[in-house]
């Protein structure tokens, strides 16, 4: 079965599982549409929630697209460049593109580079934060599907280190938001009022960070 859009076609992939009781429609990284679904299920009911749900899945594509060209290539603080391997020691930034050795190493490098500025990004919110809270230990590693995590109880933040790609308006939001977590670990609406308080503009900057 398949999916057609933009003159291109798209795989869909039906799952059928125990003790689903709803069908759910996914687009993933490989721009498969997965239908999870009961054994029920028949092909005919499937094919016409598919047809019933189509601009969903559109936008579905639009966005798993659009977060593969976002995350395409060598990105630094919110700007894209071509890497040049050479015979430079050190990594040097000129307009669009990085000079960079033969040997580099481009996780050593963000890692490197995070563990200096989310510190330093984390200290400073800290610092003009609107509410009384205990300082966070700071602990940065890769992650798939979070920005960030707070640990209540040990007030240990977590950031993932692709923040360390983007603007780092970006990276003051999600410091905010764990931060938050300190105050009220849920994401009720008082929640939000206190992320609101300490960044008026967290709206803009969290629907955006869907595209990455």
């Not at 890497?83 to 050795?101: A, L, Q, T």
Request: proline share 2%; charged share 30%.
């Amino acid at each position: 079965m398949q999916f057609a859009y933009n003159n291109k076609t798209y795989d869909i992939v039906i799952e059928k599982k125990k003790g689903t009781r709803n069908t759910y429609i996914r687009v993933k990284k490989d721009l498969a549409i997965h239908v999870t679904t009961n054994y029920f299920s028949s092909t005919h009911s499937i094919e016409k929630l598919i047809r019933e749900n189509y601009d969903r899945i559109c936008d579905m594509i639009d966005i798993q697209e659009t977060k593969a060209r976002n995350n395409s290539g060598f990105f630094y603080l919110g700007k894209q460049y071509t890497i040049v391997y050479g015979d430079s020691k050190k990594v040097e930034f000129r307009g669009d593109k990085v000079y960079v050795p033969h040997d580099f190493d481009v996780d050593a490098w963000y890692k490197k580079q995070a563990k200096t500025l989310f510190l330093e990004r984390l200290n400073e919110n800290y610092e003009k934060y609107s509410r009384n809270i205990p300082y966070p230990k700071l602990r940065i590693r890769k992650m798939t599907s979070r920005w960030g995590v707070c640990n209540t109880r040990s007030h240990v933040i977590t950031l993932n280190l692709e923040l360390i790609k983007r603007d780092i308006c970006y990276l003051d939001y999600v410091i905010i938001h764990e931060m938050t977590h300190l105050v009220y670990g849920d994401h009720s609406t008082r929640f939000w009022k206190v992320v609101e308080e300490n960044m008026p503009g967290y709206k803009k900057y969290r629907d955006e960070m869907k595209e990455f």
